[in-house]
């Protein structure tokens, strides 16, 4: 029997995922359901694989790493059609993801072996007798679980990094993007098919705990807080390490000294691009009381003008069809305890689209600003100075992003927010630079995909200790004199005791 089908909205059918457009409906692709078994058979050709991808060494895998960043770089506007198509996004906005996942796999090929490689460490003064190396060697198999809002940027956030340290990767993408995803998988075999080092399985969220408990190495995940805890308790069956990067309700705040057309242009990029559906999209604003007013009427212009729409538009539809009454529910609650919509308001919501909303004076206790909405919206309150906004700022669970408008104190500020991860005077820009850690703390998530952390979170710490002269002071050994002990006891008094 054939499922009904609401657009966006992925449905199994004769043992296949059927991925169809949230703005018309029309059919993205359809791939094969994987069973539990399917996934554990991937895993162990991923493992075998892995060896081989392993052995060829740093220089061999930027090689191949750097062929497929040419790939993707060549075929940038058949990958921005294909998001755009299964996932609503506008093809601008798609281009913007894919240059900075370009970005990041250039970078992870170039710099693997200079942060990876085996390097000697200095020796301290105790054991002068051993010389002391560190390496970095791979996991083996890691299991990527990507999200749908942005299917090319943050698996390859995790996977380019998880490759170029030596592993074999197995993709879940997100249910809403399976085509996407197949299609990195598919380019990657074109740059390397001599064996199966990057493969997807696919499938509902059953799926995805089983790629959590086929034997993985590590897993890495990208999504929601509640399905964070999910992944997490899964893998603590078997003691199977992760990388949680879940949901976020980013703050920016707004100086007295800030540049309020820059603040108000940043805002409603890091607010709107992708129809809000960012992770580290900014959704709560606290701009202090002198320059409230002139901030909210600058946003308010600038989000006024942005197009919404299927084609051409500023903003696409809501992929996730079920996000809309959440998204709903929140500009419902803000308005019915007070809150004042500036912009759009309770009939911006017409599904699958959501117009831009800007809302004012909204409870700090409400939905809207502290639940994750992960859509077209935006709080604006006004605060007395930086430090209420700090406070106000780190209120809540979520730790993720946070953006800093200002001059003589952005940076300070910046410091003090309770975040993996900031921009002073942008918005999102950490995102794209593949030299810095990415990652929250709190609810969302831990562990740093991006930059040497990146490369590191990857790959297992490998410490090495070699003898190389006799021991002036014996102590790891049961030939010690008590001489050698009334030595050593000296030594350290010495040494330490001063």
């Not at 004769?14 to 996934?39: F, N, Y």
Request: charged share 25%.
């Amino acid at each position: 029997m054939t499922a009904v089908r609401v657009p966006g909205t992925p449905v199994i059918e004769d043992g296949r995922l059927v991925s169809t457009s949230p703005a018309t409906g029309a059919e993205a692709g359809r791939l094969p359901v994987a069973t539990a078994e399917d996934v554990e058979r991937t895993v162990d050709r991923a493992r075998a694989a892995g060896q081989w991808w392993a052995g060829l060494g740093f220089g061999g895998r930027r090689e191949r790493l750097l062929r497929w960043r040419s790939l993707l770089a060549r075929r940038i506007e058949e990958i921005a059609e294909l998001v755009h198509v299964e996932g609503g996004k506008p093809v601008a906005d798609a281009v913007v993801e894919l240059v900075t996942a370009v970005e990041h796999v250039d970078w992870a090929a170039r710099n693997a072996g200079r942060v990876l490689g085996p390097r000697r460490v200095r020796s301290r003064l105790v054991l002068a007798e051993f010389s002391a190396h560190l390496e970095y060697q791979p996991y083996g198999v890691v299991g990527v679980i990507g999200p749908w809002n942005y299917p090319v940027f943050t698996p390859i956030g995790s996977a380019a990094y998880a490759l170029a340290a030596g592993n074999a990767v197995v993709l879940k993408p997100s249910e809403y993007t399976p085509v996407v995803g197949q299609w990195l998988v598919d380019t990657f075999a074109e740059v390397v098919p001599e064996q199966p080092v990057f493969t997807a399985v696919h499938g509902l969220g059953d799926v995805g705990a089983a790629l959590c408990r086929s034997g993985v190495d590590k897993v890495a995940f990208t999504g929601s807080s509640a399905t964070a805890r999910k992944v997490m308790a899964a893998c603590a069956e078997s003691l199977t390490p992760v990388l949680l990067e879940a949901g976020g309700k980013d703050a920016m705040i707004v100086d007295a000294d800030a540049d309020l057309d820059a603040a108000a242009e940043a805002c409603v990029w890091g607010a709107l691009t992708n129809a809000g559906q960012t992770c580290i999209g900014i959704e709560r604003v606290y701009a202090v009381e002198p320059v409230f007013d002139a901030f909210v009427g600058k946003v308010v212009e600038r989000a006024g003008r942005l197009t919404v729409g299927p084609d051409d538009a500023d903003i696409g539809p809501i992929t996730m069809p079920s996000q809309v009454d959440v998204i709903r529910r929140h500009i419902d609650d803000a308005l019915a305890r007070g809150g004042r919509a500036v912009l759009g308001g309770a009939d911006a919501v017409q599904p699958p689209y959501v117009r831009p909303t800007v809302l004012v004076d909204v409870p700090e206790d409400s939905a809207a600003v502290r639940e994750e909405t992960f859509g077209p919206t935006l709080t604006i309150n006004r605060v007395r100075d930086a430090d209420e906004a700090v406070a106000r700022a780190n209120a809540l669970s979520y730790g993720l992003g946070g953006s800093v408008f200002g001059r003589r104190h952005a940076v300070a500020i910046a410091r003090r927010l309770r975040s993996g991860m900031a921009s002073v005077n942008s918005a999102l820009t950490f995102a794209g630079m593949s030299t810095l850690p990415f990652g929250g703390v709190g609810d969302s998530g831990f562990g740093r995909i991006h930059g040497e952390d990146g490369l590191r979170e990857f790959s297992r710490a490998k410490a090495i200790t070699r003898r190389r002269a006799r021991s002036l002071l014996p102590s790891t050994t049961f030939e010690r004199t008590p001489a050698d002990v009334a030595r050593l006891v000296k030594a350290i008094k010495v040494m330490y005791g001063r």
